[in-house]
T-cell receptor
Protein backbone atom coordinates (compact mmCIF):
# COMPACT_ATOMS: atom_id res chain seq x y z
CA UNK A 1 0.00 0.00 0.00
CA UNK A 2 1.15 3.52 -0.76
CA UNK A 3 1.19 5.61 2.35
CA UNK A 4 2.86 8.68 3.81
CA UNK A 5 3.09 9.06 7.56
CA UNK A 6 3.90 12.20 9.47
CA UNK A 7 3.88 11.16 13.12
CA UNK A 8 3.83 14.64 14.62
CA UNK A 9 0.67 16.69 14.36
CA UNK A 10 2.27 19.69 16.01
CA UNK A 11 5.88 20.66 16.48
CA UNK A 12 6.70 23.67 18.57
CA UNK A 13 10.21 25.12 18.77
CA UNK A 14 11.88 28.37 19.72
CA UNK A 15 13.43 30.68 17.18
CA UNK A 16 16.97 29.62 16.37
CA UNK A 17 16.44 26.01 17.40
CA UNK A 18 16.93 23.14 14.95
CA UNK A 19 13.86 21.64 13.36
CA UNK A 20 13.18 18.18 12.03
CA UNK A 21 9.79 17.24 10.63
CA UNK A 22 9.49 13.52 10.22
CA UNK A 23 8.10 11.72 7.21
CA UNK A 24 8.02 8.02 6.48
CA UNK A 25 6.61 6.41 3.40
CA UNK A 26 5.47 3.08 2.08
CA UNK A 27 5.79 2.51 -1.66
CA UNK A 28 6.67 -0.50 -3.73
CA UNK A 29 8.50 1.27 -6.55
CA UNK A 30 10.96 4.14 -6.74
CA UNK A 31 9.23 7.05 -5.06
CA UNK A 32 9.30 10.70 -5.88
CA UNK A 33 8.98 12.61 -2.66
CA UNK A 34 8.06 16.19 -1.95
CA UNK A 35 7.56 18.61 0.88
CA UNK A 36 4.72 21.11 0.52
CA UNK A 37 4.10 24.07 2.80
CA UNK A 38 0.91 25.97 3.53
CA UNK A 39 1.33 29.31 5.28
CA UNK A 40 -1.61 30.81 7.10
CA UNK A 41 -4.37 31.82 4.67
CA UNK A 42 -2.26 30.90 1.65
CA UNK A 43 -2.39 28.12 -0.85
CA UNK A 44 -0.33 24.99 -0.76
CA UNK A 45 3.03 25.43 -2.44
CA UNK A 46 5.95 23.21 -3.22
CA UNK A 47 8.87 23.60 -0.83
CA UNK A 48 11.27 21.05 -2.20
CA UNK A 49 11.52 17.69 -3.96
CA UNK A 50 14.04 14.97 -3.38
CA UNK A 51 15.32 14.69 -6.93
CA UNK A 52 16.52 18.27 -7.05
CA UNK A 53 18.57 17.95 -3.86
CA UNK A 54 18.24 21.64 -3.23
CA UNK A 55 17.92 23.77 -0.13
CA UNK A 56 14.95 26.11 -0.03
CA UNK A 57 14.59 28.72 2.70
CA UNK A 58 17.27 26.83 4.62
CA UNK A 59 15.32 23.57 4.55
CA UNK A 60 16.79 20.31 3.30
CA UNK A 61 15.46 16.78 3.06
CA UNK A 62 17.31 13.60 2.28
CA UNK A 63 15.67 10.49 0.96
CA UNK A 64 16.71 7.47 2.99
CA UNK A 65 15.50 4.41 1.15
CA UNK A 66 16.72 2.04 3.85
CA UNK A 67 14.60 3.73 6.48
CA UNK A 68 11.93 4.79 3.97
CA UNK A 69 12.13 8.29 5.33
CA UNK A 70 12.26 11.80 3.94
CA UNK A 71 12.64 14.02 6.99
CA UNK A 72 12.66 17.80 6.57
CA UNK A 73 15.36 19.67 8.45
CA UNK A 74 16.44 23.21 9.15
CA UNK A 75 19.32 24.07 11.47
CA UNK A 76 17.91 27.37 12.77
CA UNK A 77 14.16 27.90 12.74
CA UNK A 78 12.69 31.33 12.05
CA UNK A 79 9.30 32.68 13.09
CA UNK A 80 8.27 32.96 9.44
CA UNK A 81 8.70 29.20 9.11
CA UNK A 82 5.52 28.69 11.12
CA UNK A 83 3.13 26.86 8.80
CA UNK A 84 1.60 23.49 7.95
CA UNK A 85 4.04 21.14 6.29
CA UNK A 86 2.95 18.19 4.20
CA UNK A 87 5.12 15.37 3.00
CA UNK A 88 3.88 13.84 -0.25
CA UNK A 89 4.68 10.94 -2.50
CA UNK A 90 4.06 10.85 -6.22
CA UNK A 91 3.22 7.61 -7.91
CA UNK A 92 3.65 6.72 -11.55
CA UNK A 93 0.26 8.16 -12.43
CA UNK A 94 1.33 11.57 -11.19
CA UNK A 95 -1.01 11.47 -8.22
CA UNK A 96 0.16 12.92 -4.95
CA UNK A 97 -0.38 11.03 -1.74
CA UNK A 98 -0.14 13.36 1.22
CA UNK A 99 0.78 12.75 4.80
CA UNK A 100 -1.40 14.05 7.58
CA UNK A 101 0.60 17.22 7.91
CA UNK A 102 2.65 18.71 10.72
CA UNK A 103 1.97 22.14 12.08
CA UNK A 104 5.23 23.89 12.85
CA UNK A 105 5.07 26.67 15.37
CA UNK A 106 8.21 28.75 15.88
CA UNK A 107 8.06 30.88 19.00
CA UNK A 108 10.07 34.05 19.52
CA UNK B 1 5.21 31.30 -12.29
CA UNK B 2 2.30 28.95 -12.84
CA UNK B 3 -0.95 30.25 -11.38
CA UNK B 4 -4.12 28.32 -10.67
CA UNK B 5 -7.33 30.07 -9.71
CA UNK B 6 -10.53 28.78 -8.20
CA UNK B 7 -13.96 30.31 -8.22
CA UNK B 8 -15.76 30.90 -6.00
CA UNK B 9 -13.49 31.18 -3.00
CA UNK B 10 -16.38 30.69 -0.64
CA UNK B 11 -19.94 29.46 -1.16
CA UNK B 12 -22.87 28.76 1.10
CA UNK B 13 -25.74 26.73 -0.25
CA UNK B 14 -28.85 25.01 1.01
CA UNK B 15 -29.10 21.29 1.42
CA UNK B 16 -30.30 19.63 -1.78
CA UNK B 17 -28.92 22.19 -4.18
CA UNK B 18 -25.94 21.80 -6.51
CA UNK B 19 -22.77 23.85 -6.49
CA UNK B 20 -20.19 24.28 -9.24
CA UNK B 21 -16.56 25.09 -8.51
CA UNK B 22 -14.22 26.20 -11.28
CA UNK B 23 -10.49 25.59 -11.49
CA UNK B 24 -8.45 27.45 -14.07
CA UNK B 25 -4.81 27.39 -15.02
CA UNK B 26 -4.08 31.01 -15.93
CA UNK B 27 -0.75 30.94 -17.67
CA UNK B 28 -0.17 27.36 -18.73
CA UNK B 29 -1.94 24.42 -20.29
CA UNK B 30 -2.93 21.75 -17.81
CA UNK B 31 -3.45 18.35 -19.33
CA UNK B 32 -4.24 16.98 -15.90
CA UNK B 33 -6.07 18.55 -12.99
CA UNK B 34 -6.65 17.04 -9.60
CA UNK B 35 -9.41 17.67 -7.09
CA UNK B 36 -8.80 17.35 -3.37
CA UNK B 37 -10.83 17.71 -0.25
CA UNK B 38 -9.29 19.04 2.94
CA UNK B 39 -10.74 19.00 6.43
CA UNK B 40 -9.54 21.52 9.02
CA UNK B 41 -5.94 20.95 10.02
CA UNK B 42 -5.97 17.65 8.18
CA UNK B 43 -4.42 16.24 5.07
CA UNK B 44 -5.55 16.66 1.50
CA UNK B 45 -7.54 13.73 0.24
CA UNK B 46 -7.44 13.15 -3.49
CA UNK B 47 -10.94 12.85 -4.89
CA UNK B 48 -10.35 12.50 -8.59
CA UNK B 49 -7.97 13.02 -11.47
CA UNK B 50 -9.27 14.96 -14.42
CA UNK B 51 -7.75 14.68 -17.88
CA UNK B 52 -8.67 17.08 -20.65
CA UNK B 53 -11.20 15.58 -23.02
CA UNK B 54 -11.74 12.36 -21.13
CA UNK B 55 -13.67 11.08 -18.15
CA UNK B 56 -12.33 11.73 -14.70
CA UNK B 57 -10.82 8.94 -12.65
CA UNK B 58 -12.27 8.80 -9.16
CA UNK B 59 -10.55 7.53 -6.05
CA UNK B 60 -12.07 4.69 -4.11
CA UNK B 61 -15.00 5.78 -2.02
CA UNK B 62 -15.70 8.96 -3.97
CA UNK B 63 -19.14 8.98 -5.60
CA UNK B 64 -18.79 10.00 -9.22
CA UNK B 65 -22.49 10.81 -9.53
CA UNK B 66 -22.27 13.16 -6.59
CA UNK B 67 -19.04 14.89 -7.53
CA UNK B 68 -19.27 15.58 -11.24
CA UNK B 69 -16.02 16.60 -12.88
CA UNK B 70 -15.68 18.11 -16.31
CA UNK B 71 -12.35 19.03 -17.93
CA UNK B 72 -13.52 20.65 -21.13
CA UNK B 73 -10.37 22.54 -22.02
CA UNK B 74 -6.68 22.66 -21.20
CA UNK B 75 -7.25 25.52 -18.80
CA UNK B 76 -10.54 24.70 -17.10
CA UNK B 77 -11.89 21.93 -14.92
CA UNK B 78 -15.13 22.09 -12.95
CA UNK B 79 -16.34 20.17 -9.94
CA UNK B 80 -20.08 20.08 -9.34
CA UNK B 81 -21.32 18.90 -5.98
CA UNK B 82 -24.80 17.61 -6.70
CA UNK B 83 -27.61 17.50 -4.14
CA UNK B 84 -25.28 18.84 -1.49
CA UNK B 85 -25.68 17.83 2.13
CA UNK B 86 -24.13 19.29 5.28
CA UNK B 87 -21.55 16.50 5.35
CA UNK B 88 -20.24 17.79 2.00
CA UNK B 89 -19.15 20.97 3.73
CA UNK B 90 -15.42 21.15 3.31
CA UNK B 91 -12.50 22.90 1.68
CA UNK B 92 -12.09 21.83 -1.93
CA UNK B 93 -8.74 22.36 -3.61
CA UNK B 94 -7.72 21.81 -7.18
CA UNK B 95 -4.27 21.47 -8.66
CA UNK B 96 -3.02 21.50 -12.20
CA UNK B 97 -0.05 19.81 -13.75
CA UNK B 98 1.76 21.65 -16.50
CA UNK B 99 1.98 19.76 -19.78
CA UNK B 100 5.15 17.73 -19.81
CA UNK B 101 5.96 18.42 -16.17
CA UNK B 102 5.13 16.53 -13.03
CA UNK B 103 4.86 19.42 -10.63
CA UNK B 104 1.37 20.29 -9.46
CA UNK B 105 0.32 23.87 -8.87
CA UNK B 106 -2.43 24.39 -6.37
CA UNK B 107 -5.42 26.67 -6.36
CA UNK B 108 -6.36 28.72 -3.31
CA UNK B 109 -9.27 26.46 -2.47
CA UNK B 110 -13.04 26.86 -2.18
CA UNK B 111 -14.80 26.77 1.17
CA UNK B 112 -18.20 25.07 0.75
CA UNK B 113 -20.75 25.31 3.52
CA UNK B 114 -24.02 23.44 3.13
CA UNK B 115 -26.77 24.54 5.49
Amino acid sequence: AQRVTQPEKLLSVFKGAPVELKCNYSYSGSPELFWYVQYSRQRLQLLLRHISRESIKGFTADLNKGETSFHLKKPFAQEEDSAMYYCALSNQGGKLIFGQGTELSVKP
Amino acid sequence: GAVVSQHPSRVICKSGTSVKIECRSLDFQATTMFWYRQFPKQSLMLMATSNEGSKATYEQGVEKDKFLINHASLTLSTLTVTSAHPEDSSFYICSAADRGRYEQYFGPGTRLTVT
